[in-house]
């Protein structure tokens, strides 16, 4: 599955680029998951294990811009992350906030 399926594309000078999105906060709730990190997690592998879903990866990166590196599927081993609960009210402000 690729992890940019759902990002929007436009054409420049001819080149199918992507158009830069804009993220929305994710809330914080009471449902939320706690999880701690081992070898070999990655966002998309966490995203298909809570969600059914790996290109929701972002998601969890999102919800988690204070401890991990932002550019990488990646995450380091032996931190405690946050995986929401809802993804539907995050899915539908992403697409309020890029359409």
Same mark, same amino acid.
């Given at each position: 599955? +690729? ?20 993220? *929305?906060?994710? *809330? ?9 990190? =081992?070898?070999?997690?990655? !966002? ?5 294990? !809570? ?5 929701? $990866? $972002?998601?969890? =990166?999102?919800? +988690? ?10 995450? *380091? ?8 609960? +809802? ?6 402000? !992403? ?5």
């Amino acid at each position: 599955m +690729n992890r940019y399926q759902n990002i929007p594309k436009t054409k420049i000078e001819g080149k199918e680029v992507y158009i830069t999105s804009r993220y *929305p906060e994710v *809330p914080l709730s009471e449902n939320d998951i706690y999880v701690y990190t =081992s070898i070999g997690d990655r !966002f998309d592998i966490l995203a298909q294990q !809570f969600y059914k879903d790996s290109s929701l $990866w $972002w998601i969890i =990166s999102i919800a +988690n811009t204070d401890k991990l590196n932002q550019g990488s599927l990646i995450i *380091p081993e032996g931190i405690q992350i946050r995986i929401p609960y +809802n993804p539907q009210g995050v899915i539908s402000a !992403f697409n309020l906030i890029n359409s």
